[in-house]
Each structure stands twice: as C-alpha cells, then as structure tokens.
C-alpha cells in the first residue's frame, strides 16, 4: 500500500525552542515529491514546505526545514524558534497520480 | 494571484436531504480541481478529481457526485445525505504540472442530522 505514515498523533513545544515532526511514507516511483501542510484551528490547510524527491539538498522556507532521507522514505520537519502561531496540526503528504497522499496529521502545541 | 472560493462554510442538514457545495477559482485557468473529507482525528481523504471540464474521477464509491459545468467551477453533490456524511469538506485546485502543491479553500463544515 501506498501510504504516509505520521506515528506522533500529538508533540508540544516550549515557545523558541525546536521541534521535529516525522513522517514516514511508502512508494513504488522514484521521482514524487513530498509536502508539508498546516491546518491551524481556522482548519483551512496551508502549504509549508515541498521537497523533490530528486533532489538531496533538503528543503528551507524560513524558520522551517526538512530532513529527507530518500533511501529510508523519511520526510521529517523541523520548526525552530517555534512562536505560538505555530501551533496546528500538521500534515505530510506524497504525491501520486493526480493526488495527494495525505498522513492523519500530528497535532503541535506551543507553550508560552 | 490566483484565490479559492469555497461555500457554504456550515452546513447543517437532515438525513435523506439534498446536498450541493461550490467551489470557484480565480485567477488560473484549467486547473486541477479536487474535493477531499477530513473525518475528525484523521488525514484527508479523497474524493474526486477533475482535470477538465465534465472530466471527473471518483476515487471512493459512496453517496456523493462532483461536477465540473465550468473550468474553474466544481460542485460536490448528493441527492439523498446520509449520518455518514458528516464530515469537513475541503476543495483544492492544482496546476496540474508535476509536483504542483494544491492549494485548499477554507472547507465546508457539513452536520447531517
């Protein structure tokens, strides 16, 4: 099966400090990109960060970056300097043919 | 720029009704148009795409339609709700080149009762 796998359904974070979200998914091609979603309480779904998969050099949109290990199908993301805004769920997803395979999201709390 | 319109932003109707949610965009022309749920504690599902006009692929079988009358216009239908309808229904449109991100519109909360 052609799945994405996020196998924290929660993670919290002190404000201004780093925190990874992982992500874990499964294909049979070998060029697919992979994306991060936020949905913060409003619910509507905000595009973070894309990462190619034929490309090494791993993704950066400001305080956001990616850790893309390709050989073992991990796509983790990293928030530094983590603000109260950050807080939502987040969702990894992979493409496929004509869609988007999305994870069950991971639910980041910041604390002030 | 290109925006997504997508209403009504609450909808609470009784089992058995009809159902129609739309969906616009502005700013593309022939874009990729999808219709996914969101079941609460879990990721998004989807439910169909359209690549063009009257072109439309249902990825699960249940009690919904989509249609497509105009490029930029999809609409998610049903003719009867069931309880299990319930759900968040979100609209999104893509470039439709390869690795092009799809960009949501702000969903639809549907309550069937």
């Known amino acids: 099966a052609q799945t994405v796998t996020q196998s924290q359904p929660e993670m919290s974070v002190q404000e201004a400090e780093t925190v990874t979200l992982s992500c874990t998914y499964d294909?049979?091609?070998?060029?697919?990109?992979l994306f991060w979603y936020k949905q913060p309480p409003s619910r509507q779904m905000i595009l973070v960060i894309r990462?190619?998969?034929?490309?090494?050099q791993n993704a950066t949109e400001n305080r956001f970056s990616v850790n893309f290990q390709k050989a073992a199908k991990s796509f983790s993301l990293k928030i530094s300097d983590s603000q109260l805004g950050d807080a939502a769920m987040y969702f990894c997803?992979?493409?496929?043919?004509?869609?988007?395979?999305f994870g069950t999201g991971t639910r980041l709390t910041v604390i002030p | 720029s290109q925006t997504i319109h997508q209403w009504p932003a609450t909808l609470v109707q009784p089992v058995g009704s009809p159902l129609s949610l739309e969906c616009t965009v502005e700013?593309?022309?022939?874009?990729?148009l999808y219709w996914y749920r969101q079941a609460a504690g879990r990721g998004l599902q989807l439910l169909f795409y359209?690549?063009?006009?009257?072109?439309i692929s249902s990825e699960v079988p249940q009690n919904l339609s989509a249609s497509r009358p105009q490029d930029r216009q999809f609409i998610l239908s049903s003719k009867k709700l069931l309880l299990s309808d319930s759900g968040f229904y979100l609209c999104?449109?893509?470039?439709?080149?390869?690795?092009?991100?799809?960009?949501f519109g702000n969903g639809t909360r549907l309550t069937v009762t």
């Open positions: 999104a449109w893509s470039a439709g080149t390869t690795g092009s991100p799809l960009h």
């Open positions: 294909t049979s091609e070998s060029d697919y990109y």
């Open positions: 990462q190619e998969a034929y490309k090494q």
């Open positions: 997803a992979r493409t496929g043919a004509n869609n988007l395979f």
């Open positions: 700013g593309t022309s022939n874009p990729n």
């Open positions: 359209s690549v063009g006009i009257g072109q």
